[in-house]
C-alpha cells in the first residue's frame, strides 16, 4: 500500500553540505523537484555521493511506502555491502531501525515502527545480471556506481519500477564522454525528469584538506581527471604514460635487503599463460605496503626462433623458476584461460610439494588498470630494472585502443606486446584487496 503523504526526513545531520542537504530533501513535500522520477549524483570520488544517496533513499522509501520492494544494486552484492551498506546499517540502529538480514536471498527486511519495506540486493556485473532483476515489481530503485554497470541491467532495472511514485536513484564517478550512461541519462536528464547533480570533493566537509590532498596524489592521467576532477574525459594514449617514471625503479642494495629478510614478505608468482603467444611469470614479493617485482620470465616462441612449448615444458620452466629461490611462494596467481596449465601443476603435485596455492586471477579488465595505476601512482610497485626488460618495456607502451571505443563505446587496451601487464595486473587485483587499496 502506498501512502500519499510524504514526511520530512527524520534522521538530522550537521555538517552536510548544501549540495548533499539536497539530495537528503529534493523529494520532500513541497520541493522543487518532489514530482521528478529521480535523481543522478555524478563526480569525484570522496564527495559524499553515496552517503547521501543511499541514506536519503532508504528515508524516501521508509517514508512513503510501506510493504514493497525495492532493488539496491552495486557493481557486484559484496561491493554494495562493502561500500554502501556496511555503513548505513550502522546509522539506521542508531536512529531506531530494525534490521532482517536473510543472506541466501540477500534481502534486507527494514522497520521504522510505522512501514516495513523489502531491499533486494543485486549486482549488476555484467550482461547476465538482468536476468536476476527480471519479473519484479519496485516502488524505488538505487544504482550504487551505474556507469559499471551493463546497459541492458539498468534497463532492465528501471523497467521494473511500476509502483505509482516510483523513483530511481543512480550515482556514478565519471568514465568516457561517449559512455552510454552519460549519452542516455544524464544528457536526457531534463528529458526523463531527473535531477541530475555533479559533485566534487568540496562537497564532502568532512574532508581535511590533508585527505584531499592524498587523494589527489593517489591518481594521475585519465584517472585522475575523472575521479579528482570528476570529468567525462576520453582515455586515450598509454595507459600508464602518467604514473610511470624512473621512481618505481629500485637497485641492487634493496634486492638484497629483500632476500636478507625475506621471511617478512608474501612471496607471489604472477603469470599470464600463453601457448602461441608469449608465457609470462612475474616474481614478486610483497610487504604488506609495497610490491616489489624482483624478476620475469618471458618465452615468446616466435622471438626465439623455436617451437612452442607445451604445458609440460613451461611446468618445468616454472618449477627452476620457483626454485631459484629458497623461499615457497605464498600463491600462484594465474591467468584466468589457463585452465590445461593449471591442470599440469595439479598433476605435477606443485601445491603441496612447493606448498603454493593455485587461485584464479581477477580479470576485470579495467577495474584492474585502475588498481595497477593507483599503485604504481603512489609508488607502491616497485621494479628491480635489470631483471625485467619486458615488464618495463610493454609497460611504457601499453595504449588505450582508440579505435574500439569509437566503434562499441567501450574502452579497452590495445592486445599487442600487453602479456607483462596482463601478468602485473592479474596479481595487483588478486592480492591487494580493496581496504589496502583505500590506503595506497
Not at 208 to 230: N, P
Not at 409 to 415: H, L, N, R
Amino acid at each position: 500500500m502506498k501512502h500519499t503523504h510524504v514526511i520530512e526526513p527524520s534522521i538530522h545531520f550537521s555538517n552536510f553540505s548544501k549540495k548533499q542537504m539536497q539530495v537528503f530533501t529534493w523529494w520532500c513535500h513541497g520541493a522543487p523537484y518532489e514530482n521528478y522520477n529521480g535523481i543522478i549524483c555524478d563526480g569525484s570520488i570522496r564527495a559524499g555521493k553515496t552517503v547521501a544517496m543511499a541514506l536519503s533513499f532508504i528515508l524516501w522509501a521508509m517514508s512513503t511506502y510501506d510493504h514493497q520492494n525495492f532493488a539496491v544494486c552495486g557493481k557486484t552484492v559484496g561491493a554494495f555491502r562493502r561500500n554502501v551498506w556496511n555503513w548505513v546499517q550502522g546509522v539506521l540502529q542508531v536512529h531506531g531501525y530494525s534490521i532482517e538480514q536473510i543472506r541466501t536471498t540477500n534481502t534486507i527486511i527494514l522497520s521504522n515502527g510505522k512501514h516495513t519495506n523489502y531491499f533486494y540486493i543485486f549486482g549488476g556485473r555484467d550482461e547476465s545480471s538482468q536476468d536476476l532483476i527480471q519479473g519484479m515489481t519496485l516502488a524505488g530503485l538505487y544504482c550504487d556506481e551505474v556507469a559499471l554497470m551493463p546497459e541492458s541491467f539498468v534497463n532492465q532495472a528501471t523497467g521494473r519500477c511500476s509502483v505509482p511514485g516510483a523513483k530511481m536513484w543512480f550515482n556514478c564517478n565519471p568514465e568516457s564522454p561517449i559512455h552510454w550512461f552519460l549519452k542516455k541519462w544524464i544528457e536526457k536528464a531534463d528529458e526523463k525528469r531527473l535531477l541530475h547533480l555533479h559533485f566534487t570533493m568540496d562537497d564532502n566537509l568532512s574532508l581535511t584538506d590533508s585527505v584531499r590532498e592524498r587523494y589527489k596524489s593517489t591518481y594521475s592521467g585519465v584517472f585522475y581527471q575523472r575521479f579528482i576532477l570528476g570529468l567525462w574525459v576520453m582515455a586515450q594514449g598509454a595507459i600508464y604514460k602518467d604514473c610511470w617514471s624512473d621512481d618505481l625503479y629500485f637497485g641492487e642494495d634493496e634486492l638484497k635487503h629483500i632476500y636478507r629478510n625475506i621471511t617478512y614478505y608474501r612471496r607471489y608468482i604472477g603469470i599470464d599463460y600463453g601457448t602461441v603467444n608469449p608465457m609470462v611469470f612475474l616474481d614478486a614479493y610483497d610487504d604488506g605496503d609495497t610490491i616489489w617485482i624482483v624478476r620475469e620470465y618471458y618465452w615468446d616462441s616466435r622471438a626465439e626462433g623455436s617451437r612452442e612449448k607445451d604445458n609440460s615444458q613451461y611446468g618445468d620452466d616454472l618449477m627452476h623458476f620457483i626454485s631459484d629461490v629458497n623461499y615457497p611462494p605464498a600463491a600462484v596467481i594465474v591467468d584466468p584461460s589457463a585452465a590445461s596449465f593449471k591442470i599440469e601443476m595439479r598433476n605435477r603435485g606443485l601445491r603441496a610439494k612447493e606448498t603454493v596455492d593455485t587461485i584464479n586471477a581477477d580479470n576485470d579488465v579495467l577495474e584492474g588498470i585502475r588498481n595497477v595505476s593507483r599503485m604504481l601512482t603512489r609508488k607502491k610497485i616497485r621494479i628491480y630494472k635489470p631483471a625485467c626488460p619486458m615488464l618495463i618495456k610493454e609497460m611504457t607502451s601499453y595504449c588505450w585502443d582508440e579505435k574500439a571505443l569509437q566503434k562499441t563505446g567501450k574502452e579497452k587496451p590495445i592486445k599487442v606486446a600487453d602479456h607483462t601487464a596482463d601478468a602485473l595486473r592479474y596479481l595487483v587485483s588478486t592480492v591487494v584487496k580493496p581496504r589496502r587499496l583505500a590506503n595506497a
